[in-house]
């Protein structure tokens, strides 16, 4: 059967469509597009690529994403934010999110992922033991579990807070406020969002 495309767009299709949330249709359209630009846009694409491992590496103490040439998070080392409050978060992308609102002058805490026994990820798997000791060196006075609203970032926010406790580290901990989106119907709304929902009702 005679090939329909050249192997080398095939390819480009074929590496492409192992992102995430990019199917085979997304693909060819992205790989046809660089295919159109100019060399000088896909060697550029290409160089960044490959340097992305090179460039970029995890702060030894919040494990958010830093510069190669940074010792540690600015988000750490800058002297206005107060280093007595953590927000907890699964993921460095997390930490986007929360300074997207522009409400918060806290630090932050990577854990690298959420407790998922299904997926082979445990506590030993996450940085839960550098947390307990900035609880002590930077005398933390709070920390914000702000682990996603699933199952296991239910579970993980669950264990933290067990752990903590265990340990004797007193601190007051906190989890973000769960509840229903805008418009959003009750009858689509998943178990867990209307158990938080219904735990945080407010008064009128």
Do not use: W
């Not at 005679?2 to 990019?22: C, K, M, N, S, T």
């Not at 940085?127 to 682990?147: F, G, N, Y």
Request: charged share 25%; aromatic share 4%.
């Amino acid at each position: 059967m005679a090939q329909l495309l050249p192997a080398a767009l095939l390819r480009a299709i074929d590496e492409l469509g192992r992102l995430p949330g990019v199917g085979a249709r997304t693909a060819e359209r992205y790989a046809y597009f660089l295919l159109r630009s100019d060399t000088h846009t896909v060697n550029k694409l290409a160089s960044t690529l490959a340097n992305l491992h090179s460039g970029v590496k995890t702060c030894p103490i919040t494990f958010a994403l830093i510069d190669a040439d940074d010792d540690v998070s600015s988000l750490y080392s800058d002297s206005t934010r107060d280093k007595k409050l953590i927000a907890v978060v699964e993921e460095p992308l997390d930490i986007i999110a929360l300074e997207r609102t522009g409400q918060y002058n806290g630090t932050y805490h990577v854990l690298g992922g959420a407790i998922s026994p299904i997926d082979g990820v445990g506590p030993e798997q996450l940085h839960i033991p550098e947390l307990l000791k900035r609880l002590v060196d930077d005398d933390v006075e709070e920390i914000i579990i702000a682990t996603n609203a699933s199952v296991e970032g239910e579970s993980t926010a669950l264990f933290l807070q067990r752990h903590i406790q265990e340990q004797g580290i007193t601190v007051k901990m906190s989890r973000l406020a769960r509840g229903l989106p805008v418009g959003v119907d009750l009858e689509y709304a998943d178990q867990i969002t209307l158990t938080h929902a219904l735990e945080g009702r407010r008064i009128l």
